[in-house]
């Protein structure tokens, strides 16, 4: 603001968006002359980056809130999310490794509503408008319907929003499927 008004004589701007503020542990602004803060690279080594970004996505900064930045605080998201996830993962992998285990493969296909009297070109709109297909998209829906059933593909589950038209969309494919 103050170059911008020095430079051009006017106001650089006139709206602006402010964010929370990542501060030390003692709540004054990191500062490498008064080195009140771990070195990013040192705590990555020593914790991982994702720790790092979970702890910064979970904080008050993310509501543009000012953060008093923790060491702690990235160890606890270690301890109470990065461990448990690892945790998980390596006792599958233990035992299905163990056991032979061979995961099915399997497609997924995502399949939207077909056109609504609000959403004429099929493109998502938002919005409340909780209304059911129009006469081309009940059309659509039988089209995509006959080519699922040509193509072979076996569903064990259909899962729609709780939208009226995507229900009717997955009703109408249903009646397709063996």
Same mark, same amino acid.
């Given at each position: 603001?103050?170059?911008g008004?020095?430079?051009?004589?006017?106001?650089p701007?006139?709206?602006v968006?402010?964010?929370?503020?990542?501060?030390?542990?003692d709540?004054?602004?990191?500062s490498?002359?008064?080195?009140?803060?771990?070195? /990013?690279?040192?705590?990555?080594?020593?914790?991982?980056?994702?720790a790092m970004?979970?702890?910064?996505?979970?904080?008050?900064?993310?509501?543009?809130?000012?953060?008093?930045?923790?060491?702690?605080?990235?160890?606890?998201?270690?301890?109470?999310?990065i461990? /448990?996830?690892?945790? %998980?993962?390596?006792f599958?992998?233990?035992?299905?490794?163990?056991?032979?285990?061979?995961a099915?493969?399997?497609?997924?296909?995502?399949?939207?509503?077909? @056109? %609504?009297?609000?959403?004429?070109?099929?493109v998502?709109?938002?919005?409340?408008?909780?209304?059911?297909?129009? @006469?081309?998209?009940?059309?659509?829906?039988?089209?995509?319907?006959?080519?699922?059933?040509?193509?072979?593909?076996?569903?064990?589950?259909?899962v729609?929003? /709780?939208?009226t038209?995507?229900?009717?969309t997955?009703s109408?494919? @249903?009646?397709?499927?063996?």
């Amino acid at each position: 603001m103050v170059l911008g008004a020095a430079l051009f004589g006017k106001n650089p701007f006139s709206n602006v968006i402010v964010n929370g503020i990542v501060l030390a542990e003692d709540g004054k602004k990191m500062s490498k002359r008064l080195k009140n803060y771990t070195d /990013p690279s040192i705590l990555m080594d020593h914790h991982g980056a994702d720790a790092m970004r979970f702890y910064l996505m979970n904080s008050p900064v993310v509501q543009a809130e000012d953060l008093r930045f923790t060491d702690a605080g990235v160890e606890e998201v270690v301890k109470k999310v990065i461990l /448990p996830l690892w945790n %998980t993962y390596s006792f599958f992998t233990t035992y299905a490794n163990l056991d032979h285990y061979q995961a099915d493969t399997g497609n997924i296909y995502y399949v939207r509503h077909g @056109q %609504t009297d609000n959403n004429l070109h099929g493109v998502v709109n938002g919005g409340d408008d909780d209304i059911d297909l129009n @006469q081309t998209g009940v059309k659509q829906a039988h089209e995509l319907g006959k080519k699922l059933s040509m193509s072979g593909i076996k569903f064990d589950v259909i899962v729609t929003s /709780p939208m009226t038209r995507t229900k009717h969309t997955a009703s109408i494919l @249903q009646s397709y499927l063996p």
